[in-house]
């Protein structure tokens, strides 16, 4: 177990829908980051937090957002959902941005079904 | 664009056999990383590798880093069946602001009894 907690574990949804994907990082870590892993794409950086404040974008489509609350946790938001959006979702947290050691630790992921 | 390229994407082999997993890089970096991802579960960090030349082992897994290569190899020693599962290196430009991972596509090892 790494500490980092997402909800919900699974969700099934219909195209054009919107849902969210939360995530809460490990105690005392200020980063967070968003993945998508998809069997045609592989694993793919979505989006970075960093105590409240975007700080990286990787191929996040303009359907999807997100933010990082006060508390840390933070919300993947995907609208206008497509078949092609069905995918496995994974935050990931770190202690460190920016140093040395900085070790990304990922949570268990929510399997994303669109139908 | 930074690029990972794994090889071989699959790997199937035989209890008790040595092999390695090769993982190439594009752009200039001193941060690699090994994961190991069970099926349909998340990732688990194996390896953090900082600099060049840094080898590291935990059990019958070694990885090591060739920065002037932009080379890192992960060698399974007498593999056994508890080690099949999916492993992924991955990249980052270790500058703040710049710390998402770039994958590889992934080697997936099954352990043959």
């Known amino acids: 177990d790494s500490g980092v907690t997402q909800t919900p574990k699974h969700l099934i949804t219909a195209t054009g829908q919107r849902v969210t994907l939360r995530c809460s990082p490990r105690?005392?870590?200020?980063?967070v980051y968003w993945y998508q892993q998809s069997l045609d794409q592989g694993l793919q950086f979505l989006i970075q937090?960093?105590?409240?404040?975007?700080?990286a974008k990787g191929n996040i489509l303009e359907r999807f957002s997100a933010q990082q609350f006060p508390d840390l946790h933070s919300e993947l938001n995907l609208s206008s959902l497509e078949l092609g959006d069905s995918a496995l979702y994974f935050c990931?947290?770190?202690?460190?941005?920016?140093?040395?050691?900085?070790?990304?630790?990922f949570g268990p992921g929510t399997r994303l079904t669109v139908l | 664009e930074l690029k990972v390229e794994q090889n071989p994407l699959f790997l199937s082999m035989q209890e008790g056999k040595n092999y390695t997993i090769y993982c190439n890089y594009s752009?200039?970096?001193?941060?690699l990383y090994w994961y190991r991802q069970d099926p349909g579960k998340s990732l688990e960090s194996l390896f953090v590798?900082?600099?060049?030349?840094a080898v590291k082992q935990e059990g019958r897994l070694m990885a090591s880093l060739d920065t002037k290569a932009r080379l890192s190899t992960l060698h399974i020693t007498a593999a056994v069946h508890d080690l099949s599962a999916t492993y992924f290196c991955?990249?980052?430009?270790?500058?703040?602001?710049?710390?998402?991972?770039?994958f590889g596509t992934g080697t997936r090892l099954t352990i043959i009894p």
């Open positions: 990931a947290s770190s202690p460190h941005p920016g140093q040395a050691w900085n070790e990304q630790f």
């Open positions: 105690s005392g870590d200020l980063s």
């Open positions: 937090y960093y105590n409240g404040e975007e700080r």
């Open positions: 752009t200039t970096s001193d941060r």
């Open positions: 590798l900082l600099s060049n030349g």
């Open positions: 991955a990249v980052d430009m270790g500058n703040f602001g710049n710390e998402k991972l770039t």
